[in-house]
T-cell receptor, first 111, second 116 residues
């Protein structure tokens, strides 16, 4: 069974600082997604990573995928308050389109 | 609005009652997913449809749960004989996907179920 773990689970950071969220998964997959969820809201798709070495960037967020290490990272550059949210990674379980989500990283950016 | 819509937004029921939720996906989206999310956790996969065919169903899903997508458009999720452990946010998502191409899931706002 596929397990998806994220760390840290909680992250409190100052505005302007950089940080990285990690997503590890337990079985082979070549399709990984990152989502954002604001409190009381639904999920918003951020990135789709489809191959080893894939890197996607949008604004202050950059995601990468290392399929050999079964690891994805979401890097935050010069954080701003608007990035405060919970971030989830989701992995396609063996090409079944059954997406397994991590436990999430709750990010709080302090002004 | 062309987003994914779910109805109702909130449902309070007594233990043992049956409940049914509806999801209207984005039109022309061929895949539809149901997830369940409890506070502080990531969404948990329940099932998904390709058009009207139910292709995957979580082994964690008990026989009390059933989902349909009769004409490949809207979907319903029914929970029979609800239990307090069923209390959660039920999320629906849809996507337009062909073969193994990347798909982007669009999520609805969810139905919050509270079982008393």
């Amino acid at each position: 069974e596929l397990k998806v773990e994220q760390n840290p689970l909680f992250l409190s950071m100052q505005e302007g600082k950089n940080y990285t969220i990690y997503c590890n998964y337990s079985t082979t997959s070549d399709r990984l997604y990152w989502y954002r969820q604001d409190p009381g809201k639904s999920l918003e798709s951020l990135f789709v990573l489809l191959s080893n070495g894939a890197v996607k960037q949008e604004g202050r967020l950059m995601a990468s995928l290392d399929t050999k290490a079964r690891l994805s990272t979401l890097h935050i550059t010069a954080a701003v308050h608007d990035l405060s949210a919970t971030y989830f990674c989701a992995v396609d379980y063996s090409g079944t389109y059954k997406y397994i989500f991590g436990t999430g990283t709750r990010l709080k950016v302090l002004a | 609005d062309t987003g994914v819509s779910q109805d109702p937004r909130h449902k309070i029921t007594k233990r043992g009652q049956n409940v049914t939720f509806r999801c209207d996906p984005i039109s022309e989206h061929n895949r539809l997913y149901w997830y369940r999310q409890t506070l502080g956790q990531g969404p948990e996969f329940l099932t998904y449809f390709q058009n009207e065919a139910q292709l995957e169903k979580s082994r964690l899903l008990s026989d009390r749960f059933s989902a349909e997508r009769p004409k490949g458009s809207f979907s319903t999720l029914e929970i029979q004989r609800t239990e307090q452990g069923d209390s959660a946010m039920y999320l629906c998502a849809s996507s337009l996907a062909w073969g193994h191409k990347a798909e982007k899931l669009f999520f609805g706002s969810g139905t919050q179920l509270s079982v008393l």
